[in-house]
């Protein structure tokens, strides 16, 4: 299985010996050793990855990448974080997906209200089986923890992903900028319930409700 490590906080290196990964389409900023790349469709999942991809708005173009060295993966100098799955799954944005395990399969799920929130569609990125993913953040990520004593409110802007036993719910009329005063448009949160971790970036994305 090929290895996961970062170089710094930006560049993702990859360590194979045969191996291959899926990685997001012109991500690979340089290579050692013999390495191939083929642009890959539907995010890697074939025809019917691509058609349902296209019917639910969750674009990710991907490229498998195999060989034998080190490749090295970057995007837009944004922070990276691995994580490790372990027969779990892990829901996170297309735009915030840098790489994959070739074994990890990928998809799409159905996320109800939090895609509503962001304005990006009904659904998200799935990433399921065991082996590393590396995901992308504007800043660096912070794990959060959700427990049923603890549930988490998190502004929409700066959700991630998440994994575990999750429960989603959109509370809409407060965020945190109305909180403070400075809200514009439509309010709204997501709520977390259940036993999981919950990945959120310090950099705000614009909503269909505004900045939030």
């Known amino acids: 299985?090929?290895?996961?490590?970062?170089?710094?906080?930006k560049v993702l290196a990859v360590d194979?010996?045969?191996?291959?990964v899926k990685a997001k389409n012109g991500s690979m900023v340089a290579y050692e050793g013999?390495?191939?790349?083929?642009?890959?469709t539907g995010g890697g999942d074939g025809l019917r990855g691509m058609v349902t991809r296209r019917?639910?708005?969750?674009?990710m173009e991907v490229m498998e990448v195999k060989g034998h060295g080190t490749c090295y993966f970057?995007?837009?100098?944004?922070?990276?974080?691995?994580?490790?799955?372990h027969g779990d799954t892990l829901y996170v944005e297309a735009s915030n997906l840098l790489c994959t395990d070739s074994a990890l399969r990928t998809g799409t799920?159905?996320?109800?209200?939090?895609?509503?929130?962001?304005g990006n569609g009904?659904?998200?990125t799935t990433v399921e089986g065991t082996g590393q993913a590396a995901i992308l953040s504007d800043g660096t990520a912070v794990v959060l923890r959700v427990t049923p004593e603890l549930p988490l409110q998190v502004d929409p802007g700066a959700y991630i992903a998440h994994t575990g036993k999750l429960k989603q719910h959109f509370q809409s009329g407060v965020n945190f900028r109305t909180l403070i005063g400075e809200g514009s448009g439509e309010a709204f949160q997501i709520r977390f319930e259940?036993?999981?971790?919950?990945?959120?970036?310090?950099?705000?994305?614009n909503t269909v409700g505004g900045d939030v």
């Open 122 to 124: 009904l659904f998200t």
């Open 55 to 59: 019917l639910t708005g969750e674009q």
């Open 74 to 85: 970057a995007d837009r100098a944004s922070e990276i974080s691995l994580v490790s799955l």
């Open 34 to 40: 013999e390495m191939t790349f083929k642009k890959k």
């Open 194 to 205: 259940g036993e999981g971790l919950v990945y959120v970036q310090p950099s705000e994305r």
């Open 16 to 20: 194979m010996t045969g191996d291959s």
């Open 1 to 9: 299985m090929a290895q996961f490590r970062l170089q710094g906080s």
């Open 109 to 118: 799920s159905f996320t109800g209200l939090r895609g509503s929130s962001q």
